[in-house]
């Protein structure tokens, strides 16, 4: 189960404001995670909590296909990306870490920062401050797959003879 | 009934034809990467338990987004993809003397129409302007790909951009890939690949078509496509070492929809803080004062890009209160522009020349801007923070009207200058 803190961010969250060019050099997962956010919200590293989850409006991660960026959330503790839409590479990225990018529909208007979000993945729903209840977009099963493996390198090992 | 990227995804996975949302499993015929994202690939590579790339003459690592290195954490880094490539053996490696990767990639000769390419780069659609279908990956998906020369593709719907008519004197690709921003937005393309024809991009050169197809992920594109022509095959005559088959879209091929422009009555377009969708015609902004003005990146740092900036500053001085960073995308645009005395005349006018590099374009390298400072760039992302200081503005717009803005020191009409 995935629950945490929701971050609201809005619409056109770019790959420059998760995690900024210049940080583009790091290599440790963990360096780029005090980073995260940094371009938009310069104290979100140092306030977020394992678990917390992100939301954002249309278009999420645009720009970049940067892994650093969904790298730099998942090790900030961010749990999941719950947005309206996606821009197709950061959706990939965040997937193939293991980072759930689930889409739902009016979610950057349903949640407010600061509001408790828990996620099931199986069941498809979102429960906003243990009352509100939101569907996502069902995760295509072969990204699910690929999910529940906890990203691309472990499905990879496991499955390397039908790749 | 198929488009380009269709036949391209259908031919790569073995398969007869395809249809747009399904998922397929294609054979990789090249990958690449700059050196920000290439450690991460492979240690991507090597936690799926793969030692060695699947085919070390189809990969490559490329050092150019910032070169030379500026502290000791990106000198690491380099060195470290300099190790890579050995440990490797790859065929292929760039180090900091070549260029920005997507000039570079077909300069030497890797790229060829109906081929399946990817890149550790959103720009990587830059390369279907040679008939390609060629998408931008991340390091986890680009582990798999250089481990196993296979990756899954989701068949994208095509949109096709349709420019009919003569661009007028001053007005180059930039404008029509601004003004295709404009009309379709920046996620109205989202998964889907960007088609464009009609007689004006007939008459573009082989640069000029790559401008398009460099800025089809700012719609959310997954890759740009253009047909190619004779074009095409002289641009890659003596550069590309074997045969290839090109792809053509079938008369009937399904798209999901058509923008048609009219290139006769576009006007130079300017792409306004924060967004790339934001585009204006520059009459709109015109007289908006700048301090920084960069002419380079893999948008428009070709040798034509780099000579209509030195026309329009061609003995005349830029304006005192900007500074102008002028950087060729590669060594063999840099070496031809020298020969044409291009450099001589941008230095004349008081441009800073840099060396190739991704240079001031992604905001790591060098040309930072300052609070409250405002650039006007012929790059591709203008976010906020993008170039600096997150108080900053960038303006996007083409290498005329970058160049015809340095020396009015506010942002000019080309077409007056």
């Known amino acids: ?163 | 009934m198929s488009t380009v990227a269709e036949k391209i995804l259908a031919s790569h996975g073995d398969l007869d034809e395809v249809h747009p949302g399904e998922i397929v499993k294609a054979e990789i015929d090249f990958a690449f990467m700059p050196a920000l994202t290439a450690a991460l690939a492979f240690y991507a590579m090597y936690d799926m338990d793969i030692e060695k790339v699947w085919d070390r003459d189809k990969v490559t690592i490329l050092l150019d987004h910032i070169a030379p290195a500026t502290n000791v954490t990106n000198a690491s880094l380099h060195k470290e993809c300099r190790e890579i490539a050995k440990e490797q053996n790859l065929r292929h490696f760039y180090d900091i003397n070549v260029g920005v990767c997507h000039q570079v990639i077909p300069e030497k000769g890797h790229v060829y129409p109906g081929m399946l390419m990817v890149g550790a780069d959103s720009h990587t659609c830059t390369h279907g302007a040679f008939g390609a279908f060629a998408t931008g990956i991340g390091s986890t998906d680009m582990g798999a790909a250089i481990g196993t020369g296979k990756l899954w593709f989701k068949v994208p719907e095509t949109v096709r951009v349709n420019v009919e008519g003569r661009l007028s004197p001053s007005v180059m690709s930039k404008d029509v890939i601004l003004k295709t921003a404009k009309e379709l937005g920046a996620d109205g393309a989202t998964y889907c690949s960007l088609e464009f024809t009609g007689s004006t991009i007939r008459d573009m050169s082989v640069g000029a078509r790559m401008t398009l197809c460099n800025m089809a992920i700012e719609l959310g594109g997954k890759t740009g496509i253009v047909e190619p022509d004779d074009k095409t095959i002289r641009f890659l005559e003596g550069r590309v070492k074997h045969g290839y088959t090109p792809v053509y879209s079938d008369g009937d091929a399904v798209y999901r929809e058509t923008l048609e422009i009219d290139s006769d009555a576009l006007e130079p377009q300017v792409a306004c803080p924060h967004a790339v969708d934001n585009v204006k015609p520059v009459t709109e902004v015109a007289g908006k004062a700048v301090n920084q003005v960069f002419i380079g990146s893999c948008t428009n740092g070709r040798l034509e890009d780099l000579q209509a900036a030195a026309e329009m500053m061609r003995g005349k001085r830029i304006h005192p209160d900007v500074r102008v960073i002028a950087t060729p995308a590669s060594y063999e645009v840099y070496d031809a522009a020298n020969s044409q005395g291009i450099i001589k005349t941008l230095m004349d006018a008081g441009a800073v020349v840099c060396n190739p590099s991704c240079s001031v374009c992604f905001g790591g390298n060098h040309g930072i801007l300052a609070p409250g400072e405002v650039s006007l760039s012929t790059s591709n992302r203008n976010f906020r923070g993008r170039q600096g200081s997150t108080e900053s503005y960038v303006y996007l717009c083409s290498p005329a009207t970058a160049a015809a803005s340095a020396v009015t020191g506010v942002i000019t009409d080309p077409r007056e200058a």
Not at chain 1, 37 to 45: C, L, N
Not at chain 1, 53 to 78: D, Q, T, Y
Request: hydrophobic share 40%.
């Open chain 1, 1 to 163: 189960m995935i629950r945490g803190k929701a971050w609201n961010y809005g619409d056109d969250v770019n790959t420059d404001f998760i995690l900024p060019g210049i940080y583009l050099e790091l290599t440790d997962p963990d360096e780029m995670g005090r980073h995260a956010m940094e371009g938009i919200d310069p104290e979100f590293a140092e306030n977020v909590q394992q678990g917390d989850v992100v939301i954002g409006g249309r278009n999420f991660g645009l720009g970049s296909s940067r892994e650093h960026a969904p790298i730099a959330l998942k090790h900030s503790g961010v749990s999941a990306v719950i947005a309206e839409g996606f821009a197709r590479i950061f959706y990939r990225n965040a997937t193939n870490l293991g980072l759930p990018a689930l889409e739902c529909l009016h979610v950057s208007k349903e949640v407010e920062t600061g509001d408790t979000v828990e996620v099931d993945l199986a069941k498809g729903k979102i429960v906003v401050n243990g009352e509100k209840e939101l569907d996502f977009v069902p995760v295509p099963e072969f990204m699910m797959e690929i999910l529940e493996d906890g990203g691309l390198r472990e499905y990879i090992k496991k499955n390397r003879d039908k790749w």
